[in-house]
């Protein structure tokens, strides 16, 4: 494994697990959300969600600002904002 798969992987089990101090935003949360996709996932699929589905289309939006963004890129960004909250 990589050295920056791992430091990515402690940065996303820190904040799943994250009690008491850290208290990140429903804005943070999401560009996390993003950045963990695009690193795990790549770019975003699918069809994007009906208007109804406020949290789904907020996700999927938040995600897709992030195509072309290399998983590498995702995940040492993702290490970075981390760091910068801590």
């Known amino acids: 494994m990589s050295d ?3 430091k ?4 996303v089990n820190y ?3 994250a ?3 850290f208290k ?3 804005e943070m949360k999401l560009e996390f959300y993003a950045l963990y996709k695009q690193a795990t996932a790549g770019d975003v699929s699918g069809k994007r969600p009906g208007m109804m589905d406020f949290v789904g289309r907020a996700k999927y939006d938040a995600w897709e600002k992030l195509k072309g963004t290399s998983s590498d890129d995702a995940m040492q960004t993702y290490i970075d904002k981390l760091e910068s909250l801590k």
Do not use: R, T, V, Y
């Open 4 to 6: 920056l798969k791992a």
């Open 8 to 11: 990515f992987d402690e940065a």
């Open 15 to 17: 904040i799943q697990s």
């Open 19 to 21: 009690e008491g101090d």
């Open 24 to 26: 990140p935003s429903n």
